[in-house]
């Protein structure tokens, strides 16, 4: 099951770097069209709207699974490593259950515009249930990112010094 997931956010993360390139070059496309007085292309911020929230969503699993999201450690770098690893554990836990929470508000807000047909018109007429999709999509992926979070705190947890030890060492020192 591991493996599995690490491909389908490995997948994710390609479609997410391929869509930043085409938003590229379609803003680039844009920018040519006008300067040689061609009509602007309106599919194009609309295609880019809709790719940076796909991008979004595509890759903070990817981003999560490698630690390498943005973290504010300004209270936690001061702990010792057990506790640290409490931290980091009940971080994992909340944050495993906000994102099932999330995704399953998210599944009910898609599969109800699904079933109402509801479309999104603008330059291009597109369903709004594809444009939404990848939002329980990504947050479903989180969520299973964070459960893996958990195992390996809980196992952290359990091989670290006690917590008792390091307040009597005091934080940011190690005893030798």
Known sequence: MGKLIDFIVTAFAFIA???LVLMTVS???AI??????????????QFNEYALLWITFLGTAWVLGR???IAIDLMTRRLGPRTKAVFEFLHSVVGAG????IFWFGIKTVLSLYQRGVTD???VDIPRYLVLLVIPLGF???AFQFVRKVFTGALSIRASAPIHGEA?????????
Do not use: D
């Open 17 to 19: 770097g391929t869509l």
């Open 67 to 69: 630690n390498r999201h």
């Open 27 to 29: 803003i680039g496309y």
């Open 140 to 142: 479903l992926l989180l």
């Open 168 to 176: 009597a060492r005091g934080a940011g020192r190690t005893v030798k």
């Open 121 to 123: 018109v603008s330059a």
């Open 98 to 101: 906000v994102c099932a929470v």
């Open 32 to 45: 040519l069209s006008r300067a040689v007085g061609l009509p602007f292309p309106l599919w194009v911020v």
